[in-house]
T-cell receptor, first 114, second 108 residues
Framework: NAGVTQTPKFQVLKTGQSMTLQCAQD?????MSWYRQDPGMGLRLIHY???????DQGEVPNGYNVSRSTTEDFPLRLLSAAPSQTSVYFC?????????????FGPGTRLLVL | KNEVEQSPQNLTAQEGEFITINCSYS?????LHWLQQHPGGGIVSLFM???GKKKHGRLIATINIQEKHSSLHITASHPRDSAVYIC??????????FGTGTRLQVFP
């Protein structure tokens, strides 16, 4: 199993550009989530999904969009990048429909917005 | 005030020392996770606890739900234990809220 994969590993964007961060898992996990990690702050939840076709907002959803058309994939879209979105982004997945089970994290995507 | 707080923020130890990292939370949770993040960024799950105590190798995690407190202990610490340790509480069955992490450095 590849586990949780994320692409790209690193990306530089200009303000106003859009892009999609990819996340995929091959463990048939129902629960998937996106977090951002900024210096001095804990991981913060952006969006999450409890199964295909179901998504919901987390703590910091503004400027981001998600969809969950399959169990395996959970892409995160930046609609119009801003310097405040410079961060490291982690995708995670787990069994069940909530984060009470062991979390499996992707390797992260480092995003720089100029 | 963060809903999940960790202490200390930074911790330095000599190889072989017993280490304790603390996590407290201000509201009720259904479970608590301990995670490890090595330099270079990868995050690995160490424990998920809803009560009592769990042990894996040299790592021990405990939780007291009533006192809203959890601890992560490392026995016989080793330089390879150097990492950031993060606790996260599971709220409302569908979200995790994370502490800011404890940076541990173990010197030979």
């Amino acid at each position: 199993n590849a586990g949780v994969t994320q692409t790209p590993k690193f990306q530089v964007l200009k303000t106003g550009q859009s892009m999609t961060l990819q996340c995929a898992q091959d463990m048939n996990h129902e629960y998937m989530s996106w977090y951002r990690q900024d210096p001095g702050m804990g991981l913060r939840l952006i969006h999450y999904s409890v199964g295909a076709g179901i998504t919901d907002q987390g703590e910091v959803p503004n400027g981001y969009n998600v969809s969950r058309s399959t169990t395996e994939d959970f892409p995160l879209r930046l609609l119009s990048a801003a310097p405040s979105q410079t961060s490291v982004y982690f995708c995670a997945s787990s069994y069940g429909t909530g984060p009470k089970e062991t979390q499996y994290f992707g390797p992260g995507t480092r995003l720089l917005v100029l | 005030k963060n809903e999940v707080e960790q202490s200390p923020q930074n911790l330095t130890a000599q190889e072989g020392e017993f280490i304790t990292i603390n996590c407290s939370y201000s509201v009720g949770i259904s479970a608590l996770h301990w995670l490890q993040q090595h330099p270079g960024g990868g995050i690995v799950s160490l424990f998920m606890l809803s009560s009592g105590k769990k042990k894996h190798g040299r790592l021990i995690a405990t939780i007291n739900i009533q006192e809203k407190h959890s601890s992560l202990h490392i026995t016989a610490s080793h330089p390879r234990d150097s990492a950031v340790y993060i606790c996260a509480g599971c709220y409302n069955t569908d979200k995790l809220i994370f502490g800011t992490g404890t940076r541990l450095q173990v010197f030979p």
